[in-house]
C-alpha cells in the first residue's frame, strides 16, 4: 500500500479524461490516471471537435496541432435518397473564439496528440492495464486497483470517473440513468479510400431516405465515415462483409477502399441523475449519452472537464470554499440535457424529411445544426438576454505583445477596463487575484455598448458587464459569493 495522496485520481484514459488530466497536471495538481486498457484506441469513434473544445486544447497547447491533422467541415446538408438537398447548413471558418465551429479528426491521432502532449507532465502518474475493483468513499478516496493479478491501493482527495457509458465510477455513487426514451441500432462504418474518387470531402450529408436513414461524414484525409439505420428485424448477423459493401456502394468499394470496422451500435439518450458523491465525480459518457448525430458526445465531456478542472484546482489550493464544487452538476447537467434533447430532434428531422420522399408535408421546427449552445443557466450577474452575458467570451489578441486574451489571461478570473478604475476596485482585485486588461479592442464593442468593465469567469464565459465602478463593486460582491472564493 502507498501511503502517496494524490490530488486527483482518474478513472478512464479516452480524449476526455486524457485532457482533464493533462488540463490538472498543467496547473501542477498531482494525478494519477487509471485505465484498464493500454493505448490509444485503435480505432475511430469520436470524429468531431469544435471552437470551445478548441479553445481547451489550446489550454494544453496542442489546438494547431490538432487543427493540421484534422479537416475543416465547410456544409451539412439533409438529403433525398438521390442526396438532393432538403436543407443546407454553411459552417463558416471561424467564430467569435477564434477556432473553427467544426473540425473532423481522427481519434487514434487525437488521443496520439492528447498523451504526447501529458508525457511533459512529471507530475501525472499513468497506471494502464489496471483494473478497479472497488472504490471507498473516504477522506481521501481509497482506490483497490488490479495490475498483472496484484492488487494495491492507490488513494487521492478527489476521484474523477471519465470511465464511459458503462461506468464503474457511476454505479459506485449509484447514480441513476434518467432515459429520454431514443433507442436505435445503427450500423457505423469507418472505411479509408485508398484511390482518387469522387466523393465529398468538405460536406456531411444526414439521407433522409425512407428505406434506411444515413449518415455521410467525410473525415481526415482518406477516412470516410458512414452510418445506416438498422430496419425492423435487422441484427448485427445480418451485416455480412458483402452486406455491407452493398450499403457502401453509392460512395465506395473494394477496389478504392478498405474497411477499417463495422459495428452495430444501439444510440440512447439518457443522462445521470447525480454527478457527485463526496468527492467522487464522474463526466463525460459516465454522466450523458447521446445520439451522433450532433456529433457532440466527446465535446460535451471536455466541457464537463473543462468546468470541473478549474474548480477543483482553487478549491485544493484553498483559493475556493468546497461549495464551489456544488456549481459542477448545477451548471453542466443543463447544457448537456440540451445537447442531448438537439442530437435527438436531429435524428427526428431525419425520420420526418424522409416523410417528403413519400408525399408527405414536413416543415422543420428548428434548424437543426443552426442551433446555438445556450447560456449557462447560473454562475453569472446580470441579464443574459443581452447574448452576451453566461456565454463563451470571445477570443481576440493583444497589441504587439504575441499573445492572445486567452493566454494573458490563463487560468485566472479576468477583468477587461475600458476605463478608469478607482482605487478601492484595484485593492479589491488584487485581493480577489484578478487579472486586469486595459483594452478598447474594436472586437469588444458589443460587449462595451453600456458597459465599461467585464468580468471573465476562468473557464471564458462572460460573468458580468458593468458600466460604473460601483456597479463593477457589486458584480465583484456576487462573483466572491457564487463561486465561494477565499479572499
Not at 41 to 48: D, E, F, K, L, W
Not at 399 to 410: A, L, P, R, T, V
Amino acid at each position: 500500500m502507498s501511503d502517496k495522496i494524490f490530488d486527483i485520481g482518474i478513472i478512464g484514459y479516452g480524449p476526455v479524461g486524457a485532457t482533464l488530466s493533462g488540463l490538472l497536471s498543467s496547473l501542477g495538481l498531482s494525478v494519477v490516471v487509471i485505465e484498464k486498457n493500454k493505448g490509444v484506441s485503435p480505432t475511430a469513434r469520436a470524429i468531431n471537435t469544435d471552437s470551445e473544445q478548441l479553445r481547451t486544447f489550446n489550454f494544453l497547447s496542442i489546438a494547431t496541432e490538432v487543427i493540421a491533422n484534422s479537416r475543416r467541415l465547410k456544409k451539412v446538408h439533409f438529403t433525398d435518397s438521390e442526396f438532393n438537398p432538403y436543407s443546407s447548413i454553411d459552417i463558416p471558418e471561424e467564430d467569435k473564439l477564434g477556432w473553427p465551429p467544426t473540425l473532423l479528426f481522427y481519434q487514434p491521432e487525437l488521443e496520439t496528440i492528447i498523451r504526447s502532449n501529458n508525457l511533459k507532465y512529471k507530475n501525472l502518474k499513468i497506471l494502464e492495464n489496471t483494473e478497479v475493483v472497488k472504490i471507498e468513499s473516504t477522506d481521501p478516496v481509497q482506490v483497490n486497483i488490479r495490475n498483472n493479478r496484484k492488487d494495491s491501493s492507490i488513494y487521492c482527495k478527489y476521484l474523477i470517473g471519465c470511465d464511459g457509458a458503462n461506468s464503474f465510477v457511476r454505479k459506485c455513487i449509484k447514480a441513476k440513468l434518467i432515459d429520454f426514451g431514443f433507442d436505435q441500432d445503427w450500423i457505423v462504418i469507418d472505411a479509408h479510400t485508398t484511390k482518387q474518387i469522387d466523393i465529398s470531402k468538405d460536406e456531411a450529408k444526414q439521407i433522409c431516405d425512407p428505406k434506411r436513414l444515413k449518415t455521410y461524414v467525410p473525415g481526415r484525409r482518406n477516412h470516410k465515415r458512414f452510418e445506416f439505420k438498422l430496419l425492423k428485424g435487422e441484427t448485427k448477423k445480418d451485416f455480412t462483409k458483402k452486406k455491407v459493401w452493398e450499403l457502401l456502394s453509392p460512395w465506395i468499394n473494394k477496389n478504392n477502399s478498405k474497411i477499417e470496422r463495422a459495428v452495430v451500435y444501439k444510440f440512447h439518450a439518457c443522462i445521470a441523475d447525480k454527478w457527485r458523491d463526496k468527492n467522487i465525480f464522474i463526466a463525460g459518457d459516465a454522466a450523458h449519452q447521446m445520439p451522433p448525430f450532433l456529433g457532440a458526445g466527446m465535446g460535451t465531456g471536455i466541457r464537463d472537464v473543462f468546468n470541473l478542472a478549474w474548480k477543483i484546482f482553487l478549491v485544493i489550493r484553498g483559493k475556493a470554499d468546497e461549495k464551489l464544487l456544488e456549481t459542477y452538476q448545477l451548471e453542466r447537467e443543463p447544457h448537456a440535457n440540451w445537447t442531448i434533447q438537439q442530437a435527438k430532434l436531429i435524428g427526428e428531422m431525419m425520420e420526418q424529411y424522409s416523410y417528403r420522399e413519400k408525399g408527405e408535408k414536413y416543415v422543420p421546427s428548428s434548424k437543426g445544426y443552426g442551433e446555438v449552445f445556450p447560456h449557462l443557466s447560473r454562475g453569472y450577474y446580470g441579464d443574459p438576454s443581452d447574448g452576451l452575458i453566461a456565454t463563451p467570451f470571445c477570443r481576440f489578441d493583444l497589441d504587439h505583445s504575441g499573445k492572445d486574451s486567452d493566454e494573458y489571461f490563463g487560468w485566472n478570473f479576468g477583468l477587461i477596463s475600458k476605463k478608469k478604475l478607482t482605487k478601492e476596485i484595484n485593492l479589491i482585485l488584487k485581493k480577489m487575484n484578478i487579472k486586469v486588461l486595459s483594452v478598447n479592442d474594436n472586437k469588444l464593442k458589443n460587449y462595451f455598448k453600456d458597459a465599461n468593465y467585464l468580468l471573465i469567469r476562468p473557464d471564458k464565459y462572460l460573468f458580468s458587464r458593468s458600466k460604473t465602478n460601483s456597479e463593477l463593486k457589486e458584480a465583484l460582491s456576487e462573483l466572491e459569493k457564487q463561486f465561494s472564493l477565499i479572499t
